[in-house]
């Protein structure tokens, strides 16, 4: 069974993908790579799993020693959506991880720019392309290197940050003010913890097989089972609520100045180059449903009403 690692092995993405995976291979084969590895659970530390101290800042040299003797590796994406500094981090670990001898990639990209193109109107997916573009010159100039893409679908749990940080809780907001009037092309939304077991089922496929594997130096998109227009989206965010919830189409600057889009964002300046993420979504980047999280599954995903539900009924206890 080869060496599989999780780099970095934190966040919602990382933690669901290593605890689906670790009922699937063996734990003492697994690397979690994290910036602070004495917070990772005690459960699997007591399974054995080896833990490594690495995060996207770390010079090259530490990465590649994170990633040392490493046969196949989970690269999640740095939290950022400002193109050519995620970029400037990213590169340098894909980098380190193939000097460091590792053989196979999955690489977390984003589910713009569906089902597989290479050109984006939004300024977080510019870094996920560039990091495609990266591995594939990797395995061109190595034939013993492979990867695997995984664009994964916009998580049910992110509706906040595309409906200027809606609180479903606070019953003083009616309003959703953002760049685009709600209607169609959309969003085929999809469960991080289901897009997690997924990214999962794909690495141990390879680990038990990888000359089997069908996804080698290919690109696989997870979405979920249908496309949901941001209209429909703040419907159902209504119904949720039991008030009524309206999109009101802004400017750009109007939208990048609201109090909760600055705060969450530090200021307006990023507030509006994430405001690119409407224009992708109106061209139709986030709206191709795709059937390869339900066969990886091997089940039905669950549907984005059920999960916000859900989420909201949580929120009240």
Same mark, same amino acid.
């Given at each position: ?16 993908? /290593? !605890?689906?995976? *670790?009922?699937?291979?063996? %734990?003492?084969? $697994?690397?979690?790579?994290?910036? +602070?590895?004495?917070?990772? @659970? ?119 940050? /595309? !409906?200027?940080? *809606?609180?479903?809780?606070? %019953?003083?907001? $009616?309003?959703?003010?953002?760049? +685009?009037?709600?209607?169609? @092309? ?120 059920? !999960? ?10």
């Amino acid at each position: 069974m080869p060496t599989i690692g999780i780099f970095p092995a934190s966040g919602g993405l990382g933690n669901s993908t /290593y !605890t689906h995976l *670790l009922n699937k291979v063996s %734990p003492s084969n $697994t690397v979690l790579i994290s910036r +602070h590895p004495d917070k990772t @659970p005690q459960i699997y530390k007591d399974q054995g799993v080896q833990l490594r101290q690495a995060s996207y800042e770390a010079s090259p040299a530490e990465l590649e020693a994170a990633f040392k003797d490493i046969d196949v590796l989970f690269l999640i994406s740095y939290p950022s959506h400002v193109h050519e500094y995620r970029t400037s981090l990213q590169i340098p670990a894909l980098d380190a991880a193939h000097r460091a001898g590792v053989k196979h990639i999955f690489y977390s990209s984003l589910a713009f720019a569906l089902p597989d193109k290479d050109a984006t109107l939004a300024e977080v997916m510019g870094a996920h392309l560039d990091s495609e573009a990266h591995l594939r010159k990797l395995a061109a100039q190595d034939p013993g290197f492979s990867w695997t893409v995984i664009r994964e679908g916009l998580y049910h749990e992110s509706f906040p940050i /595309y !409906t200027a940080f *809606l609180d479903l809780n606070d %019953p003083t907001t $009616t309003e959703i003010r953002i760049p +685009h009037d709600g209607s169609g @092309p959309g969003i085929s939304w999809a469960k991080r913890d289901e897009l997690g077991e997924a990214s999962a089922n794909l690495i141990a496929q390879y680990a038990q097989d990888p000359a089997a594997f069908s996804w080698k130096n290919r690109l696989v998109a997870l979405t979920g089972p249908r496309e949901w227009s941001l209209a429909d989206t703040v419907q159902l965010l209504s119904t949720v609520a039991g008030r009524e919830l309206q999109i009101r189409e802004v400017t750009v600057d109007e939208y990048a100045t609201q109090p909760q889009v600055t705060a969450k964002f530090g200021g307006s300046p990023l507030a509006q180059t994430w405001a690119t993420a409407w224009d992708a979504i109106r061209a139709g980047e986030t709206s191709h449903v795709s059937s390869s999280l339900e066969q990886l599954l091997g089940r039905r995903p669950e549907e984005f009403d059920v !999960t916000i539900k859900n989420l909201y009924q949580a929120g009240k206890k």
